[in-house]
């Protein structure tokens, strides 16, 4: 592969991915913005006071004093049925999630995790909970508008905001969780992450470039899990300080375990500033953030689900064969297999390596072409998408795909003793059966 078209990859934040797995950082920094934002509200409201006091203005402060005590039966009910709403709302969610991964994937509980909606909905509603409770705890029993220090008038006006603004929100919430329960959604999140994951990939010379012999390993001491994703620019950098090249040993998505080898050290002794504590990132599942394969890991979990006995659902297998598909053919001309990476110089500081296309082929096909005996529905679309395949790969990465069509016909005809049947079964049609 030449070196034309290189392109250096774009910084990634594993920290942004990392916080995106979890469903407690929204709302804590939503807890620190709230007590910002009632602590300006009430700087607010006492400076109107103190300026209705200074013009003299009483009976317009009394009227403000009687309007703040109506709006305080309104915001003791807010913060009395903020909590038990949230937990309504929430019970609900988790069932539906629960019967999306049961009937989908277990994966699909990854979506409603990193769903931003519902962070939202739920730092909103907590907000609007934590407002009420600091609002109450602002009333005053002095009603002689020359005595009163703060009526909290911008704050009520706050707790309003902030109920229109929940109700808005549970709005577009129920929407999304059920979008979560259909499988045309759910195929097309995971499609779409797995595009940005592929906008994320380096471009570069997959090449012939030689390294050295190896000199050194470096071995992992951290906990065991999954290598869900590398810090590229701090190996490289540590790489270039020691004048040595680092090999990654294991791929995203491999589960490493302590004691075994993580980089191999090329043309040097092992750089003794390099951190595998903040340079990789070890979790107990994989993720989307630079494991391309994952998404056709879920989209094949989620049409074997479908193609199980229990289920019978082969329209649901279809759908995922027309994103794995999709997949497929993006990928059909690039650059796969193993990544160099390069210093600012040009220089190879790191390889990686990643799944080459018959990696990709065997794991969006095999798996489901061994169930796909007594569904023509699925055999005729599988059929099809490998024909288009065919049709974009380069000359070189044909052959994977036509051992998988020679075995999908192989299979067909083993288990479909008819000659009708078996021509049925085996006619490309990208709709299945319509």
């Known amino acids: 592969m030449s070196d034309r078209g290189y392109r250096r990859p774009r910084p990634l934040s594993p920290l942004r991915e990392h916080l995106r797995d979890t469903f407690w950082f929204a709302p804590t920094l939503g807890f620190v913005c709230v007590f910002v934002l009632w602590f300006l509200a009430t700087e607010l409201d006492e400076a109107i006071v103190r300026l209705f006091q200074r013009e003299g203005a009483y009976d317009e402060l009394g009227d403000l004093i009687g309007f703040s005590q109506d709006t305080k039966t309104v915001v003791t009910t807010v913060s009395s049925a903020m909590m038990t709403f949230i937990g309504v709302v929430f019970s609900i969610s988790l069932v539906a999630v629960q019967m999306a991964s049961g009937q989908l994937t277990p994966r699909v509980v990854r979506i409603f995790v990193r769903s931003r909606i519902s962070k939202l909905t739920m730092t909103v509603f907590l907000a609007t909970f934590l407002v009420s409770l600091l609002v109450l705890s602002s009333y005053e029993s002095e009603t002689d508008p020359r005595r009163v220090v703060s009526v909290p008038l911008v704050q009520s006006l706050l707790i309003l905001v902030l109920v229109g603004t929940s109700l808005l929100l549970f709005v577009v919430y129920v929407s999304s969780t059920l979008r979560l329960m259909q499988v045309g959604p759910v195929v097309d999140r995971i ?65 490493v375990v302590p004691g075994t080898p993580v980089l191999a050290v090329h043309g040097g002794t092992v750089p003794p500033r390099v951190r595998l504590g903040h340079a990789v990132s070890v979790s107990v599942e994989r993720t989307l953030h630079q494991d391309l394969a994952f998404g056709l890991r879920q989209l ?30 993006a990928v059909a001309r690039l650059p796969l297999g193993t990544v160099h990476h390069r210093d600012r110089a040009g220089q190879i500081r ?20 061994w169930c796909v005996a007594g569904s ?44 009708a049947d078996r021509a049925f079964a085996l006619l490309p049609d990208r709709q299945g059966i319509g």
């Not at 090449?207 to 590398?230: F, H």
């Not at 699925?378 to 974009?392: E, F, I, K, Y």
Request: charged share 30%.
């Open 191 to 255: 499609a779409r992450d797995s595009f940005q994951v592929l906008g994320r990939m380096p471009r570069g010379p997959q090449g012939d470039d030689e390294v050295g012999p190896e000199t050194a390993r470096v071995v992992y001491e951290g906990r065991a899990g999954v290598l869900r994703d590398v810090n590229t620019a701090r190996l490289v950098r540590a790489a270039r300080r020691q004048g040595v090249v680092l090999r990654i040993i294991p791929r995203i998505g491999d589960f």
């Open 350 to 369: 790191l390889v990686q390596e990643g799944p080459g296309w018959d990696d990709l082929v065997d794991l969006a096909f095999e798996e489901i072409r």
């Open 376 to 419: 023509p529905q699925v055999s005729r679309r599988l059929m099809a998408g490998l024909d288009d395949l065919l049709l974009l790969v380069p000359e070189e990465r044909r052959k994977s795909l036509v051992r998988h069509r020679a075995l999908l016909v192989e299979t067909v005809e083993r288990n479909v003793p008819v000659a």
């Open 300 to 329: 094949a979990d989620i049409a074997l689900r479908a193609l199980s006995t229990s289920v019978n659902d082969p329209t649901t297998a279809v759908q995922c064969l027309d994103r794995i598909v999709q997949l497929l053919a």
